[in-house]
């Protein structure tokens, strides 16, 4: 006796198996190769753009590393790239940005990823703007998108998630600019904490160190957010 099975899926929509794609696709890169092997509807959704510009892509520490070799992974990586990806835009951003010390592209991309709500995006492009001298508009800029991300509670997340990527992917070729007296934030004459945020730092560092409980809060009892968006600086640029 023969047993015929029936299936729905071809008459599935293409715009429904795109969705259905980009879902997993934002889940694991493991899971979308999957679904792309089970029929011929699944692997022409996964050639969308917007699935690729979905993808999520693992940590570093997550990565495996032959996927750097294989021609194929690295194909794929490419046109997440080219339809936009933010995580891949994020940190091409940061190579070009503090290892090829080319501004222009490094700012071009974080701003791409950031309005896509890319919170380390955001994070690495205020502390960008916020290192400028030559922009006093881009400066200020910088100071708007930090109280967003201070008052959001993400600079934490964030500076962790700059770390990762900067010490895992290229360890010792990350050269992030020194500050120069004329990049403080804050500049005014009657803030009691102006010019100390250096100073702060590095006792929190030391502490660190030691592994005293001084090690934590960071500047949060500081009541001049300038002076905080000063500390964030002294964060970032020490992070490679």
Known sequence: MTVE???NIAFIPNDIWVEITIKVATDSIRDLCSL??????ARDAGEAEIVHRSVSIPPPHATPWWWCLNPEAKRFFDRCMVAGNPEL??????????IRRNENAGLQMLNSATNTEHVAAKYALTMTLLLRTDDNDEKQRGLKLYRELDAAGSLTDCKARCFSIMTISWPGEVQIPRI???QTVCASPACSTRGHMPLLYDYRRRAA?????????GPAHIPCIKCRADY?????VNLA
């Open 89 to 98: 835009l994020f940190r091409e951003a940061l190579r070009e940005l503090f």
């Open 209 to 217: 160190e030691r592994n005293s409980v001084h090690a934590f809060g």
């Open 232 to 236: 964030e600086m002294q964060a970032f």
């Open 36 to 41: 792309r092997m089970t029929c011929k509807a």
């Open 5 to 7: 099975y029936f299936s």
């Open 180 to 182: 120069e007296e004329q």
